[in-house]
């Protein structure tokens, strides 16, 4: 089993915990992870893009010249998709659809992998609790500063409160979520993880 140390707020070490290795410590599965991660970007697609066919762009109901005795090449429209303003063949439409499924214990499955890469990398960091007394920005930075994290960090509390949200919303770098809101997609996008003791618990109940 992989052993973590709790910190407090000023990165002072509390004491050890022990990970759940169901969670933390299993064969990784690289195709569920890859999977997930696909889904999570399909699911941010709009699907907004279209564009117009020969039968939608306006203009060209009239036959542009005759057909025979011109010499030219014979033209049913001016919207035809090889004319200047004319319609676009095989153009991305909004009929397509970018949903994709996965099963539950698939998306777990994933879930566990990217913690298992993430705890055997050493990037998890666990802390007693995330409180803070104002809703500073510069409170949030000193907080990391003291537990010597820094880069791209998802942070995993029990609970949001006003003072975190505010403190955290204009780092680029830092996300903040509750524990139920964890997803593969984070833990791999974000350099280190920190999490506090209660979202640990939470997290393992959850993923049993």
């Not at 991305?92 to 879930?111: F, H, I, S, V």
């Not at 960090?153 to 204009?170: C, G, P």
């Amino acid at each position: 089993m992989a052993k973590v140390a709790i910190l407090n707020s000023k990165g002072e070490k509390i004491k050890d915990l022990t990970l759940n290795k169901e969670i933390f410590d299993i064969e990784p599965n690289d195709q569920t992870v890859y999977d997930a991660v696909v889904l999570m970007g399909a699911s941010l697609r709009q699907g907004s893009h279209s564009v117009k066919t020969r039968s939608e762009v306006s203009g060209g109901g009239r036959k542009p010249w005759r057909q025979k005795g011109t010499g030219n090449a014979r033209q049913g429209s001016t919207r035809a998709p090889h004319w200047r303003h004319g319609g676009i063949v095989f153009g991305p439409t909004t009929e397509r659809n970018y949903t994709k499924k996965q099963n539950r214990k698939e998306r777990r499955l994933a879930l566990k992998s990217a913690l298992t890469y993430k705890a055997n990398d050493k990037e998890i960091v666990v802390v007693d609790d995330i409180k803070l007394k104002t809703n500073k920005t510069k409170d949030f930075k000193d907080l990391l500063k003291a537990i010597k994290v820094e880069g791209k960090v998802l942070v995993v509390v029990k609970e949001l409160t006003d003072e975190l949200i505010l403190a955290s919303r204009n780092l680029r770098n830092i996300k903040l979520i509750e524990s139920h809101e964890i997803n593969t997609y984070d833990v791999l996008n974000y350099k280190t993880l920190v999490i506090t003791e209660e979202a640990v618990k939470m997290l393992e109940e959850a993923l049993k």
